[in-house]
């Protein structure tokens, strides 16, 4: 049984930073894409970063780049999503995502998706 469980949200405000953590239980493989997602009020979910579980490949949405760094920890199957110069545009729902390497910015290359963490940033 899969799951993955976010933690790590809160209220910071503007220029502040946090870090999102993803434990993933089950075992993760070479060929595994762990991604973070966000979905803000009244907007579409939007893919945020994913990397590549077996060559640690990253990739950034353009609006976090620079601002964003995604990283894991094999040993405790742990994806965590660093962020810095915190926007109040940043403000959303965070989910984690496991999926296959493909198209890792296309939520439907997922398959697991943990239940979210609330990150709020005010001005």
């Known amino acids: 049984q899969v799951q993955l469980v976010e933690s790590g949200g809160g209220l910071v405000q503007a220029g502040g930073s946090l870090r999102l953590s993803c434990a993933i239980s089950g075992r993760t493989f070479i060929g595994t894409a762990i991604a973070w997602f966000r979905q803000g009020p009244g907007k579409e979910r939007e893919f945020v970063a994913a990397?590549?579980?077996?060559?640690?490949?990253?990739f950034y949405a353009d609006s976090v780049k620079g601002r964003f760094t995604i990283s894991r920890d094999n040993a405790k199957n742990t994806v965590y999503l660093e962020m810095n110069t915190l926007k109040p545009e940043d403000t959303a729902a965070y989910y984690c995502?496991?999926?296959?390497?493909?198209?890792?910015?296309?939520?439907?290359?997922?398959?697991?998706w943990g239940q979210g963490t609330q990150v709020t940033v005010s001005s």
């Open positions: 990397i590549r579980w077996g060559g640690g490949g990253t």
């Open positions: 995502a496991k999926g296959r390497v493909g198209t890792v910015t296309s939520g439907h290359n997922y398959d697991y």
